[in-house]
């Protein structure tokens, strides 16, 4: 099983800027990919940034030049640097891990943007 604990959603105004944390735990493995997931009301939950374990990264065009995601050297912290937020991007992020063809889910956290 793997564990994955979100922090850092909060409200911050158009311009802002958050960082997202998410720490994994339990049985994980070395080749994966982490990244970062984003629900808005009444919307489908939709790909933000994903990142491989050779740091491969990927990310939505709608926020490419915005967002940057990382992760630790161990493999087992990711972060997404959110910057020039718009109201658009407000919903529930959802931090996800693959591996062995299975997704595991966060709990997920609230990211408000006011205009």
């Known amino acids: 099983q793997v564990q994955l604990v979100e922090s850092g959603g909060g409200l911050v105004q158009a311009g802002g800027s958050l960082r997202l944390s998410c720490a994994a735990s339990g049985n994980i493995r070395g080749i994966n990919v982490m990244g970062w997931y984003r629900q808005a009301p009444e919307k489908q939950r939709e790909l933000v940034a994903s990142?491989?374990?050779?740091?491969?990264?990927n990310y939505a065009d709608s926020v490419k030049g915005r967002f940057t995601i990382s992760r630790d050297n161990a493999g087992n912290l990711v972060y997404l640097q959110m910057n020039s937020l718009k109201p658009e991007d407000t919903a529930v992020y959802y931090c996800?891990?693959?591996?062995?063809?299975?997704?595991?889910w966060g709990q997920g956290t609230q990211v408000t943007v006011s205009s």
């Open positions: 996800m891990l693959v591996q062995s063809s299975y997704t595991y």
């Open positions: 990142i491989t374990w050779r740091s491969t990264t």
